[in-house]
């Protein structure tokens, strides 16, 4: 299965701020068109969750947790999409992964996941 490719993590003091991206590559682009992109998270020992979700239309939706301190954008010529992560905090700790659906509920992918730690 070909894999989203995501970037942007790593570890951060509690406060500050980091940005992942993800691109959806030509192996999945040429097969659908992404229309909502999101990004998920897991932390150790509890289940993933939806962080953030951007349509094809910009039209985003947030988690309670990230309301205010997380941005969601995508650049749709590049097939790309963006978390910006502003004041993190230790439960922001996570695996965070990146997820593309086309029209068809068949059409999705997920990226590998990129860790970002926040200490306090």
């Known amino acids: 299965q070909v894999l989203l490719v995501e970037s942007g993590g790593g570890s951060v003091q509690a406060g500050g701020s980091l940005r992942l991206s993800c691109a959806a590559p030509?192996?999945?682009?040429?097969?659908?068109?992404?229309?909502?992109m999101a990004w998920y998270r897991q932390a150790p020992g509890k289940q993933r969750e939806m962080v953030a979700r951007v349509t094809s239309a910009g039209r985003t939706n947030y988690a309670d947790a990230v309301m205010g301190r997380f941005t969601i954008s995508r650049n749709n010529a590049r097939k790309t999409v963006y978390l910006q992560m502003n004041n993190l905090k230790d439960e922001d700790t996570a695996v965070y992964y990146c997820?593309?659906?086309?029209?068809?509920?068949?059409?999705?992918?997920w990226g590998q996941g990129t860790q970002v730690t926040v200490s306090s």
């Open positions: 997820n593309a659906q086309g029209a068809n509920a068949r059409d999705a992918s």
């Open positions: 030509r192996a999945i682009t040429s097969v659908y068109n992404p229309l909502d």
